[in-house]
């Protein structure tokens, strides 16, 4: 019952087919812009790609000049400990170490941080640059 009310329905339902011509235009203008979005996205992986190397580089760069400083700012440290005879120096020394490896690791993520944004910034305007 419920069938042929719904051929009822349906009997003079004659959908327009479109012509071959108009879909493979519509197909191919569809296909051209998915290949379009797709060299984007591409562009974008290559220049992020860079940018996390050249902040990797540049964060390791930071880690080894502040390992090779780290002498020097341990003689500072002690410095200032000879200046407080009434602490303990052995425990002062460990809180010194603490405080500059935690020193040069924020250097290091700052300077990998600022690479990574100052790399993305100069290929986005290369890359408008050459577009125009």
Known sequence: MEEDKIKELFKDFQPEISSSVRFMAKLQKNMA???LVKQHNLRLKKRNLLAVTVAAVSGFVMGVIMTILF?????????????????NVGSLSVYGNIAVWSLMVVI???????????TLARLSAAESKASR
């Open 33 to 35: 812009t998915v290949e």
């Open 71 to 87: 002498p020097i700012m341990m003689n500072k440290i002690c410095a200032l400990s000879i200046s407080f005879a009434h602490l």
């Open 108 to 118: 290091c993520i700052i300077t990998a941080l600022n690479a990574y944004e100052i």
